[in-house]
């Protein structure tokens, strides 16, 4: 049986955005565990997901990862979707800036793994009118524009990294998943969604054939 990792923020986590300070969906809800479910006995699949979670910098954060990416071994695949929290933590949100970040930490596991890689686009950054009077979002539609604007950019140069590498890619900011109120997290709905495609995905990444069944 082929094992794949995810690795990731708070959409891999399962992150429950309702209440004051957020939660997680039941396990049955979440997009992993729905994937696993659906692809027993082909794929097994582990992940890693935390809210907050941004692409390494160079050096010991990025040293870091790449240890703990190590102890998963042995993996067929590795899949990373990240990338949403850098854009979000920016001032002027620039989605070549966090192009820069990934493609470092794809060369970087490329080179300590025996795996393929999947490179996976976020879903983009859609804030409703409640969510652009957070505090968070600093109350501005032009940072929610940005926000958007940039994380579409986000997947085509992930994309164009992902044919540098020679690696997968997944673009789920095209996938017609659901969004919970604040644009950001998935809604239990879109975790559902969102397992549909990716089983379609590792799918046709088995049947490629550079994976070992």
Known sequence: MKKVFFYGDSNTFGYDPSGMTGGR???RSRWTTILAESLAGEWD???DGMPGRM???AGKGLTYVIDALKAERPMDLFAVMLGTNDLLTMRRPDASKVAAKM???IAAAQNALDAEILLIAPMQIRFTDPSCTDPFVRGSEAYAQGCLEESRLLARYYEEIAR????YFADASSWETELAFDGVHLTERGNALFAKEMEKVLREIG???RIAP
């Open 207 to 209: 049947a490629a054939g």
């Open 103 to 105: 493609e470092n930490l």
């Open 164 to 167: 540098r590498r020679g690696a």
């Open 45 to 47: 699949v582990a992940r």
């Open 25 to 27: 969906y039941p396990r």
């Open 55 to 57: 692409i390494p910098d």
